[in-house]
């Protein structure tokens, strides 16, 4: 009679020959994905791999999965290396990833392109948060490794070209596990002590491993947070990273960003000898306009002078005052004689005559003239006024006529 077998007997037996077959140790197998999920609490994947008439579970858990630089997606065709074994709780075998692979595309290319069409998603491509270059920085940042030849060639074009710029450098790595990180921290850097007026990030060529700090994530924020302008400027020419599509301008290399940052002060020199010209000849004719004008209102003001007024009037006011003064002086001698010819008939009737020639008049007490007899009484005390003096006289008879 044959023995009688638990489940989990059978499936522990059948785990134990799986795992003891070493050709189901580290195998490749291709295939499609589909039912993908990425556990949100355990960061594990768990999906399908399938073909045209088969398939088998595949599961990757997170410390391998956070290894991978692109996300999986239903309907991608991959390479997976994995570990073939049994999962005893439900009796089901099935495939422990190792790595997996993109099949037909690189990885880093499948990612660079994921990630480009996430952010365009989020508009961090878009013109729009594009911030203008200052025209004459005073403070320029540079941000990549100290050892590397795009450090020399920036300071190189800065020196020649731009000498008044300060160089404020920030060195990290530029590759590596550790660049991005290093990168957006260095940016935030800048940004929290406003050490810069703008920001050059950036480094020589090399393969798509070695620019790939620049097509992170956090990098890519790092630089549109950035309130500092950042020109970005990795690799070569034909080189492009997630980097230059966020950042405010792409230079081609580190030194072509050198050049974009700051213009040649010759340049500015003789664009301000030029400025100068043309203000002094603007100046100029607008002087020798004015002075054309000054001229014909001076014209104008010396035909209208009001000294030559006040003077007219002047002029005029002076032969009113000697017309007045001949009217008067015609007036006065006129007077002159009159008072003249009266003053000597009044001479002529002068009582002062008529006592000098013998004849007197008479005062009453009261000093009054007396006229008449009939105005004193006998007794009345009278003076009699002669022409070298006065006599005091009592009246003693009255003769009336």
């Given at each position: 009679?044959?023995?009688?077998?638990?489940?989990?007997?059978?499936?522990?037996?059948?785990?134990?020959?799986?795992?003891?077959?070493?050709?189901?140790?580290?195998?490749?197998?291709?295939?499609?994905?589909?039912?993908?999920?990425?556990?949100?609490?355990?960061?594990?994947?768990?999906?399908?791999?399938?073909?045209?008439?088969?398939?088998?579970?595949?599961?990757?858990?997170?410390?391998?999965?956070?290894?991978?630089?692109?996300?999986?997606?239903?309907?991608m065709r991959v390479l997976v290396r994995a570990n073939l074994s049994l999962y005893e709780r439900d009796g089901i075998y099935q495939l422990y990833c190792e790595d997996i692979i993109p099949e037909g595309i690189g990885e880093l290319t499948l990612a660079f392109e994921q990630l480009k069409s996430k952010l365009e998603k989020?508009?961090?491509?878009?013109?729009?948060?594009?911030?203008?270059?200052?025209?004459?920085?005073?403070?320029?940042?540079?941000?990549?490794?100290?050892?590397?030849?795009?450090?020399?060639?920036?300071?190189?074009?800065?020196?020649?070209?731009?000498?008044?710029?300060?160089?404020?450098?920030?060195?990290?790595?530029?590759?590596?596990?550790?660049?991005?990180?290093?990168?957006?921290?260095?940016?935030?850097?800048?940004?929290?002590?406003?050490?810069?007026?703008?920001?050059?990030?950036?480094?020589?060529?090399?393969?798509?491993?070695?620019?790939?700090?620049?097509?992170?994530?956090?990098?890519?924020?790092?630089?549109?947070?950035?309130?500092?302008?950042?020109?970005?400027?990795?690799?070569?020419?034909?080189?492009?990273?997630?980097?230059?599509?966020?950042?405010?301008?792409?230079?081609?290399?580190?030194?072509?960003?050198?050049?974009?940052?700051?213009?040649?002060?010759?340049?500015?020199?003789?664009?301000?000898?030029?400025?100068?010209?043309?203000?002094?000849?603007?100046?100029?004719?607008?002087?020798?306009?004015?002075?054309?004008?000054?001229?014909?209102?001076?014209?104008?003001?010396?035909?209208?002078?009001?000294?030559?007024?006040?003077?007219?009037?002047?002029?005029?006011?002076?032969?009113?005052?000697?017309?007045?003064?001949?009217?008067?002086?015609?007036?006065?001698?006129?007077?002159?004689?009159?008072?003249?010819?009266?003053?000597?008939?009044?001479?002529?009737?002068?009582?002062?005559?008529?006592?000098?020639?013998?004849?007197?008049?008479?005062?009453?007490?009261?000093?009054?003239?007396?006229?008449?007899?009939?105005?004193?009484?006998?007794?009345?005390?009278?003076?009699?006024?002669?022409?070298?003096?006065?006599?005091?006289?009592?009246?003693?008879n009255i003769k009336l006529n």
């Amino acid at each position: 009679m044959s023995s009688i077998l638990t489940v989990s007997q059978i499936n522990t037996y059948l785990k134990s020959i799986i795992d003891s077959d070493y050709n189901l140790k580290n195998i490749y197998v291709s295939g499609e994905i589909s039912n993908f999920t990425n556990h949100y609490r355990t960061g594990h994947f768990y999906f399908t791999l399938k073909d045209e008439s088969s398939s088998v579970k595949a599961v990757m858990f997170r410390s391998v999965a956070q290894r991978i630089n692109f996300e999986p997606e239903n309907g991608m065709r991959v390479l997976v290396r994995a570990n073939l074994s049994l999962y005893e709780r439900d009796g089901i075998y099935q495939l422990y990833c190792e790595d997996i692979i993109p099949e037909g595309i690189g990885e880093l290319t499948l990612a660079f392109e994921q990630l480009k069409s996430k952010l365009e998603k989020k508009d961090m491509f878009s013109e729009e948060f594009k911030k203008p270059l200052p025209y004459l920085p005073k403070r320029i940042g540079v941000i990549t490794s100290p050892t590397g030849a795009a450090l020399q060639d920036i300071i190189s074009v800065l020196s020649r070209r731009y000498p008044s710029g300060e160089i404020i450098f920030e060195g990290v790595q530029v590759q590596g596990d550790f660049a991005a990180p290093q990168i957006s921290e260095a940016i935030r850097k800048f940004n929290r002590l406003k050490g810069a007026d703008v920001l050059i990030i950036g480094r020589g060529g090399g393969s798509i491993e070695d620019l790939w700090a620049f097509n992170e994530e956090e990098v890519a924020e790092a630089i549109f947070e950035s309130e500092i302008p950042i020109i970005s400027a990795v690799g070569h020419e034909t080189d492009f990273t997630i980097a230059d599509f966020v950042s405010d301008m792409r230079a081609p290399t580190p030194s072509a960003a050198a050049e974009i940052v700051a213009p040649d002060y010759r340049e500015i020199l003789y664009s301000a000898d030029k400025t100068l010209d043309t203000m002094t000849d603007s100046v100029m004719r607008i002087i020798d306009r004015y002075s054309i004008s000054l001229m014909s209102y001076d014209k104008i003001l010396s035909e209208h002078n009001p000294e030559k007024t006040v003077e007219l009037y002047s002029q005029c006011l002076s032969a009113f005052e000697n017309k007045i003064r001949n009217s008067i002086n015609s007036k006065l001698e006129s007077y002159f004689t009159s008072l003249s010819y009266y003053s000597a008939r009044l001479e002529g009737t002068s009582p002062l005559k008529v006592l000098a020639r013998g004849y007197s008049y008479v005062k009453d007490e009261n000093g009054f003239t007396v006229k008449s007899a009939e105005k004193v009484k006998t007794g009345d005390t009278v003076s009699v006024i002669l022409t070298d003096g006065e006599l005091e006289c009592s009246v003693q008879n009255i003769k009336l006529n």
